[in-house]
């Protein structure tokens, strides 16, 4: 995917501000807290329908407004096809835009496709299991869109049971949410399964060349379900759906569900043994590393074509070494970057560099290296 232009109106800190990228690789460069990731956040949330952090809408929004707007043109270089996107946000709606028509969610997600790589992916190995199962669905929901709607309607049916389990005489409600739940629930792992299969092979085959010499990577799909997690979905459902109605009282006493992809996590193992007793802080940025880049080069092979890649400042958390086999690895797709950072890139080629200067939320486009004296 390409992105062409974009448009930026009250979002964060930016009042208005356009960004005409380059297609190969684009910095927005300034000091922090002048808005670099507001706008690298900007153009996560048309592609993903949610921010890069997870804040309230009203926190979206310039403030004293109450609208902001996010307009893409973008195309995808799979089918020559040139679109233009938007995103309005009030502090209680958002709507969605495609081709000046206003569409919903499951007809826009897909039409931008894009990945991105923060400070905050670092906590991915170590950290909480939601950062993992988020890692899972976001990737999923880049290579099949569709994957939005089931994720939504397990969300909902979840949020509901749960609030039912402490009403009285609830069971016949309960059996009809314990329904959707399992379904929906079954085919979410379902596609976890199958993603962390086809990942483990390109994980491990960055992680081995990042990491020298690396110990044996593995990855599994940890579910509470785990004697069931590579069932065939069917049987899956089902032995779902039991284990919802065996662990109702529990469930009722608890008033939370028990059982379900929303307590799953990924489970990453060195020689054996979990990543968070055996690896290093240089081995845990190592498997971040090898984990996003098999997530970005599976989406181009999935998609045909490279997605747009977001980095935000991550020359400094990374050293050079790690920071040079970052960009090879995306230089190898031929794909587009945009970046942020406190300083101008000198590793990239300024004949394929859009620089833009940012401060206090105003985007200035200037040259990618010095005028010559």
Known sequence: M?????????FRNIACASLDPSPRFTALVGNNGQGKTNALEALYLVAALRPLRSVSRRALLRTGTELAKIELKVERRSTGLVHDLGVELTPTRRTLFKDGKKVDAGTFIGCAVAVSFTPDDLQLAKGSPDLRRKFLDRALLNVRPSYLTRALRYTKALKDR???LGEPNSDPVLDAYDEIIAHEGAAIMAARVRYVSELLPRV???FERIATPAPRLDLAYGARLRDMAGAEEPDLEAAFLAKLRARRPVDRARRTTSVGPHLDDLELAL???PVKERASQGQ?????????????THLAAALGEAPLLLLDDMSSELDA??????????GALDGQVILTSTEVPTALAAADLA????????????????APV
């Open 204 to 206: 491990r085959d960055y």
């Open 355 to 370: 620089l833009y200067r940012v401060k206090a939320g105003n985007l200035e486009r200037g040259p990618a290296a010095p």
């Open 284 to 296: 845990h940025r190592a498997l971040v590393l090898a984990l996003k880049l098999a997530e970005i």
């Open 162 to 164: 749960n609030r039912v």
């Open 2 to 10: 390409r992105l062409l232009h974009a448009e930026l109106t009250d």
């Open 271 to 273: 020689d054996g043994l």
């Open 321 to 330: 070494h790690r920071s040079a086999q970052l960009f090879e690895a995306v």
